[in-house]
């Protein structure tokens, strides 16, 4: 099972273990300014985390990116699961968090 976090201008999702006991993860953010950040990192033992990869994205490179996303999956092939719906309520939190930057 994947550990997801939301909050106002955050979303988090669990890749599952890496070496040891650490646990990588990815992390969506708005920052403030407009940008929107993706981070990789490893989180272990008391809570220590190591930052693998991160990058930024301009606003309307962000929305090109989601909508490309949401295109992947037709509701045809949208199991019971709901993937569509969930694709669909991470990109509409991420545009509230924009609405608030901008």
Known sequence: MRVRQVSANRLFWSLGRGEGECVLGVELFCDGAGHVRRAIFSRGKCGR??????????????????????????????????????????????????????
């Open 49 to 102: 985390e190591t930052k693998i990869f991160e990058e930024e994205y301009a606003v309307e490179e962000f929305r090109e990116i989601l909508w490309a996303a949401g295109a992947l999956i037709s509701p045809e092939e949208d199991g019971e699961g709901g993937v569509r719906r969930m694709i669909l309520e991470a990109m509409d939190r991420l545009r509230r968090a924009y609405d608030g930057l901008e």
